[in-house]
């Protein structure tokens, strides 16, 4: 299982977000794009018209992140805007087969996020219909809190479910993950790392994402 490292737009200067991403086009998998509506979680921040512009002036694909009340109308318009992943929350969608199956109808991979308090058990069903299941290691909302240790047992309940699903389904983290927390991630399973303020609060953000990588690799070995 190969380490991708998604270092997140939140943490980058809004008014430079091209400059932004291409800071990172060469050393990171994919730029993680943040969407919080004010109601799902309290922050705001954008929405599709800012991932179509996105998509046209960065190199690396968007793994757009829904914190959204209503993902099952909004989501397959992500994935139309250009989104490579679209990630909903498994506690703000209704239908959520229908949507995911949406997501992959659209030509996007589909992802299921779960916040730290919500059990993985009852989602065990849905494995087939995903490509990515997000455990959340601080609650959604805002970039720089602290990473929540009480979420790595689930994150080894996610490995091993889809490890006995089968098939290639990518476990994420996201929150709070930087050099003294991505070791843990990975030893406990996880593959995809979100990273905002470890990468864009550091003076040179192409540098660590690759010393996240390193690390992450070193830890899952
Ligand atoms: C938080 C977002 C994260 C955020 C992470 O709700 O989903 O993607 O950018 O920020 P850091 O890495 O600073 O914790
Ligand atoms: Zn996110």
């Known amino acids: 299982m190969a380490v991708q490292i998604s270092p997140s737009l939140l943490a980058a200067d809004y008014a430079r977000l091209a400059d932004e991403a291409a800071a990172v086009a060469d050393v990171a998998d994919w730029l993680h794009v943040d969407v919080m509506d004010g ?61 995911l199956r949406a997501i992959r109808s659209a030509g996007a991979r589909a992802g299921l996020a779960v916040r730290p308090a919500t059990a993985i058990g009852p989602y065990a069903d849905l494995l087939p219909e995903l490509d990515m299941l997000l455990v959340m290691t601080v609650e959604p909302g805002f970039g720089g809190q602290e990473f929540l240790d009480l979420t790595l047992p689930k994150i080894r309940q996610a490995r091993a479910l889809i490890g006995r699903h089968g098939g290639e389904i990518w476990l994420q983290v996201d929150g709070g993950v930087g050099e003294d927390t991505i070791g843990r991630c990975a030893e406990a399973g996880a593959d995809v790392f979100v990273a905002g303020t470890a990468v864009f609060g550091s003076a040179d953000p192409a540098a660590a994402v690759k010393y996240l990588r390193s690390a992450a690799a070193a830890a899952a070995t």
């Open 39 to 99: 109601h799902f979680v309290p922050n705001l921040t954008i929405g599709v018209p800012v991932v179509s512009a996105l998509r046209k002036h960065a190199a690396l694909p968007l793994d757009c992140h829904l914190m959204i009340s209503d993902p099952d109308r909004w989501a397959p318009d992500y994935a139309t805007a250009g989104a490579r992943n679209v990630t909903i929350h498994a506690e703000a969608s209704s239908a959520p087969v229908r949507t």
